[in-house]
Nanobody
Framework: QVQLVESGGGLVQAGGSLRLSCAAS????????MGWFRQAPGKEREFVAI???????YYADSVKGRFTISRDNAKNTVYLQMNSLKPEDTAVYYC???????????????????WGQGTQVTVSS
């Protein structure tokens, strides 16, 4: 069982930056695929970024070049550095984890077994 706790959300002006953190319990954190997803009001949950213990990193086209996912396996923590934020980035951001690597389906939220409670990110124009 893995428990995930996000932090770092908040209110920021367009063009600003935030760094989200996701602390995970468990002894085998380094073997998990860690991802970030987001859900805006009235919209489906969407993929943002994933890290397969640093060896494979993927981003949604909408955040590529602005967001960076990283992980510190010694601290059991994954981060999402968000720069050049836009109002359309406003959403609840969720951390997700799964033991299996599915290279063709990493963006499918239904395949992740563990989720955090979410942290709100609001970008004002």
């Amino acid at each position: 069982q893995v428990q995930l706790v996000e932090s770092g959300g908040g209110l920021v002006q367009a063009g600003g930056s935030l760094r989200l953190s996701c602390a995970a319990s468990g002894r085998t954190f380094s073997s998990y695929v860690m991802g970030w997803f987001r859900q805006a009001p009235g919209k489906e949950r969407e993929f943002v970024a994933i890290s397969r213990s640093g060896s494979s990193i993927y981003y949604a086209d909408s955040v590529k070049g602005r967001f960076t996912i990283s992980r510190d396996n010694a601290k059991n923590t994954v981060y999402l550095q968000m720069n050049s934020l836009k109002p359309e980035d406003t959403a609840v951001y969720y951390c997700a984890a799964d033991k299996l690597w599915r290279p063709s389906r990493y963006s499918d939220s239904l395949l992740y077994d563990y989720w955090g409670q979410g942290t709100q990110v609001t970008v004002s124009s």
